[in-house]
């Protein structure tokens, strides 16, 4: 089993930046697709970001290339989701999961799911 624990979550006003940390425990995530999704009020889980480290694959969402980057330290066993130039419609819960064979955006294929952090991007 994986647990996985968000945090990094807060206001901040349109333009300006934050980083989301997913830490893990349980096992090593190494060999493990770590992705973040996010839910806003109203709307259904969206894929943001994947990474799998032991094939080089990353992969965005369209509306946040160029602004988010997902990465990984993995001594600390710990992903992350910078997230720079934020607007308004980036206002989620945001939750990261993992998989140690799927890689991809369907939600549903991932084992593990942290609880959430909420970011909340002001105009």
């Known amino acids: 089993q994986v647990q996985l624990v968000e945090s990094g979550g807060g206001l901040v006003q349109a333009g300006g930046s934050l980083r989301l940390s997913c830490a893990a425990s349980g096992r090593t995530i190494s060999g493990y697709t770590m992705a973040w999704f996010r839910r806003a009020p109203g709307k259904e889980r969206e894929f943001v970001a994947a990474?799998?480290?032991?094939?080089?694959?990353?992969s965005y969402t369209n509306s946040v290339k160029g602004r988010f980057t997902i990465s990984r330290d993995n001594a600390k066993n710990t992903v992350y989701l910078q997230m720079n130039s934020l607007k308004p419609e980036d206002t989620a819960v945001y939750y990261c999961a993992g998989d140690a064979a799927f890689y991809g955006s369907n939600w549903l294929q991932y084992d593990y799911w942290g609880q959430g952090t909420q970011v909340t991007v002001s105009s």
């Open positions: 990474d799998r480290w032991t094939s080089g694959r990353t």
